[in-house]
């Protein structure tokens, strides 16, 4: 059964889209549909388009986390992050795109001074399996970003390898004279991920404070599968069935799995995909079956990324082809 | 004399818009040249440099047989107008600074019934003002019969707002307008605004590789924005036309709206269109609403007997084109409009404004330039230009304040085609909806909970009172 998983904090202001039986019937709606209300609510997202869902609702996924007594956490990356004092998130991030990008969570100040917010920072992941950058750790990722800054940028601190916490983590800071905004961009890979906290203020001393405030944070070490970038590759495949798409919608539609030690699909996110397109590759990797993974020479869960629909130029294809060289990956 | 007036209410309705916070305010519709362009009047907007040359022989002549159709007004004998429709005339809604943009500040659409253009019967619903924003109405979702809303049965088609019901020419058709109160009083009902067509020959003639490297390019993003595109059902390539992108050429967009805005069945919409209850209660319209001008289907051909141009000149040539195919001519060889560079604030506010609007990321979407243009077999205005629409052409969430539960494409209901800001500076109504008539708080608009633009419109309330009049200024610039 597939289940709605998708930005679960904003999934809670965002229905469930049923089935269209009365249009597609050519029959006019009657009393007796579901769903049937006397006003439809204002700021709410009733009809979704390509959203995400998983196979079941215990697995985390990335879009998961969610801010509790002041703390983010997210048991996708393991991570616990305390909010600074009197910061809030205002707005819940987009849903995961189909590049694989996701608003983890997006802060600031409660309170604007004089009109005015003082600064913000936004946690974001990049599916490396999908990613557009091409990038394969966080350094190629910040280093990306760098690249393809605006002219009036100025980078005060080239990218930069550092340990946080315990962690190995990539920093990259950037200034904008004209705005007056300084970037400070902390960047850690994880389960194939480049997690991002991206702090912007015009204030350093307030930037700098919030760094600091980085050292509180947690990344767990918890037994997660190992993630293998061209896992879904003919080699590893030994029985599929391709998924009938009804439509010609042409979306990208990223999917991560997590293989079980038998090689078989333990769990299915779909990143992007309308409803019955989700449906149709949930239930056909269903029946997919791969050569477990070992390692050590023991088997071992392995997460790997699959591309469905309209293929992107970076992403890996439904139709597995050699992607560049994916290794294993659990870095903090 | 039209002119004068035009303008003058245009200015009036747009000066000086206080923004809810801060000393910032929104200069308002910019004064002076319409579009930046000398020479256009609101009743005569620019072509491109190539076509106002005539080069090739013979296009500037399509550009003006097409503007003259473009304001014709269509009746239900003369063309076919109907049996439900907007307005009848394209003008009438693109037309503000001049023919080919979006809506006036006074909405033609509120005295429609007292100047023949609706049949008598028709009521003005009370979302239509006099100095509100020309529109057309949507129902995201099906009623049932009993007057609830259903949200299992998504909508989101057009309801026309008029019939043609007592018209000269209807006949016995006796059609009623939508129940839009009923609509307003379940929440279930959203509005479009039209969507200006300046440049847009420039917008059809980018090469799909150019916006996905643009895409690309932008992946490192640290805003929060991701984006995607709304591909063409048929060929699989991008969509780039109307609010949601939903439509692929200016041939579909001028087709569709022929058939939806105006009742005017043509060789790419071939049925009159019932509103979309009629549709799927499986009755569509009724017999007595069909051919009402007698000629047959579809009401918009080719005209293939045309005899009024010399034969074999080309003059004669754009004769022959149908109403379509002439709006498409038209849009497609519309010149862009040209920013100012000292109006509003003067060349440093508005220089500082638009370096502001990159550094804080609303260039991320609203691209400033996209280089270039595709080859071009049509003229040279349109060949390997810079195209300055500030848009990726994408369409991204814009989150639950500014969605209206309307699918279209691969577009949900909260995707939007980053909207083109070139035209900006003279345009009265903001939002696909037209609810803003302030850039301030259009831009505020964008944070919301699901939207990909929060981050960047953080960025501009982090900037000071000054910095962000900058940006104003810039936007009014445009």
Known sequence: ?332 | MVRSSVWSVAVAAGLLIVSTAGAQVDPGIRPGAINGQPGATPKDPMPLESVSANRPDGILDFYSNGLTRFQEEDTVGGNGLGPRFNFNQCSGCHAQPTIGGSGLPTNPQFTAVNNGIAGPGNNIPTFITLNGPTREVRFPFFFNSNGTVNTSAPNGGVEALFTVSGLQGAGSCSLTQPNFAAAQRTNNIIFRIPTPVFGAGLIENIDDSTLLAIHAANAGNGLGISGTFNRNGNDGTIARFGWKAQNKSLMMFAGEAYNVEMGITNELFTQERPNPEEEVQGRGLPANCLNLGAAGYPEDTTNYTNTSGTPGSTAANATILSDLEAFAQFMRLLAPPIPSTNTPGGAGSISNGKNLFTSIGCAVCHTPNINRTQRSKITDSLDSQTVSAYSDFEIHHMGTRLADNVSQGSAGGDQFRTAPLWGLGQRAFFLHDGSQTSVYSAIDSHRSSGSEATQVATNFFSLNSSQQQDVLNFLRSL
């Open chain 1, 1 to 332: 059964m597939m289940l709605e998983r998708a930005s679960l904090r904003l999934a809670m202001r965002v229905a469930i889209l049923a089935p269209l039986v009365a249009v597609c019937s050519g029959r006019a709606p009657g009393p007796d549909e579901a769903n049937s209300v006397q006003t439809v609510p204002s700021g709410v997202i009733l009809v979704k388009g390509a959203w995400a869902s998983a196979s079941d609702a215990t697995t985390p996924v990335p879009e998961g986390g969610a801010i509790a007594n002041t703390v983010y956490t997210n048991a996708y990356f393991g991570l616990t992050y305390p909010l600074s004092r009197d910061w809030v998130e205002k707005y819940d991030g987009p849903p995961p795109s189909d590049s694989g990008y996701y608003v983890l969570a997006q802060l600031e100040p409660r309170d604007t001074s004089n009109g005015h917010i003082r600064g913000s920072l936004v946690i974001t992941a990049a599916d490396l399996f999908f990613s557009p950058t091409r990038a394969d750790n966080a350094l190629q990722f910040v280093d990306f970003t760098r690249t393809h800054l605006q002219a009036d940028y100025k980078v005060t601190r080239a990218p930069t390898q550092l340990t946080l916490a315990g962690h190995p983590f990539v920093r990259f800071d950037y200034f904008s004279a004209v705005a007056g905004l300084h970037w400070y961009v902390l960047a850690t890979q994880i389960r194939c991920h480049i997690v991002q906290f991206v702090f912007t203020s015009r204030d350093v001393s307030l930037l700098d404070r919030l760094l600091e405030g980085m050292a509180a944070g947690k990344l767990a070490d918890d037994e997660v599968p190992v993630c293998i970038k061209d896992y879904a590759s003919p080699g590893n495949i030994l029985e599929r069935v391709d998924p009938v798409l009804a439509g010609r919608k042409f979306n990208p539609i990223p999917v991560r799995v997590i293989i079980d030690r038998e090689g078989k699909v333990k769990h299915t996110h779909v990143l992007s995909a309308f409803p019955e397109q989700s449906q149709a590759i949930m239930d056909a990797l269903q029946r997919w079956k791969f050569k477990p993974y070992l390692r050590n020479g023991r088997p071992a869960e392995v997460e790997t990324g699959i591309m469905f629909g309209h293929a992107t130029e970076n992403g890996v294809n439904a139709t597995p082809a050699a992607t560049a060289a994916g290794r294993p990956s659990r870095h903090w």
